[in-house]
């Protein structure tokens, strides 16, 4: 795959990775060959021998990358009232703008259509991506937060044919999976923030909370976020729902907010949710901050302080001194996380070397 292909398929956010990028397939199905990390996860002949199936089935998935051209071909074989099902995926774009329905998404969603949602999440032991290239990455965090919500995620394989060679590569997906809880808790001065920063910024965020549109969205996961850019200046946003479904997420927002002002690189983000619960960060709004500390990367900037505020009780102190805090940072929070920087490096350089403030 050349650079400037892997580039305009990384900038639709369509592959990396486990999730393949492939070409059009050709006549003849390979024969597959597990690597030796594939070969002691899946000691199972007969799920070997699903996954192979997948494999050659994924390689005729349609798809409709319109934009980026790249195809991610997904497929996956289940055990069904008795019946092997295989069922496809593929990623499709559609939009004047870069916008995509991914590879694994679909999958799912033609799974649940086939067998029903409960059936789905018992059936689905893995997804197999056909590619002419593996490794280097996981999937989007949107897709992330689809296949936590409709698979046993625990136990999901995610497998990737390499057409190149025909070895089937195989991680657990769980690996791409930190919860909240694993974000380290910290002193206030641990932060990285000065005092009366980390007060004023954690005061924004919930703030911001109050604001927002919540009319579909639990109060237990709307959230309100402040970020600090390197130009001293803060931004706050709060998640907004509608009846389309299409929800703006306030990491994206906030970013969003300070790229439009060209102020590009942020030190620190914060996020407050309900009093008393620590808060949830999506993993998609998690896919928003990776992108945004790569540009710190690109400039030799430390990475972005993700600070989640945990504020007391309802009815107990509400002194700032009583909050409690956990960092860490967007690439801990989505590991294996791929952004434009890792695959179009120099296209981002120019990028931020014409826009960015100065
Ligand atoms: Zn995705």
Known sequence: MTRVATALLAAAGL???SVAC???PGPLAPRWTLTKPAEELVADPELRARIFRALDAARSAGTDPSISKFHVRAATVIQHAGV???ILGGNSEYARVPEAIH???SLMNHVINAVGPDAARRAVSFIAFYGEQCGGGGSCGDCR???ITTTRWEELLIVCGQASDHTVHVERFARSVVSEDRFPVVASEATGLPAARLDHLAQAAIEARAGGVS???SAEEHLGVAALTTTGKVYRAAGADDAAFHYRYPVGAVLQQAATYRDYFVQAILVAGPPGRIPRLCYRDRQYGYESSSFNRKRGLPPIRLILVEEPEAGSSS?????RYRATTFEEALPGAFSAADFMPEAVDRFLEQRAQR
């Open 22 to 24: 492939s070409r059009a």
């Open 103 to 105: 590879g694994e998404t």
């Open 145 to 147: 937060d689809y296949l």
């Open 215 to 217: 009319l579909f969205t």
């Open 15 to 17: 592959c990396s990775g």
């Open 84 to 86: 092997e099902r295989t």
């Open 319 to 323: 002194a700032a001194s009583s909050r």
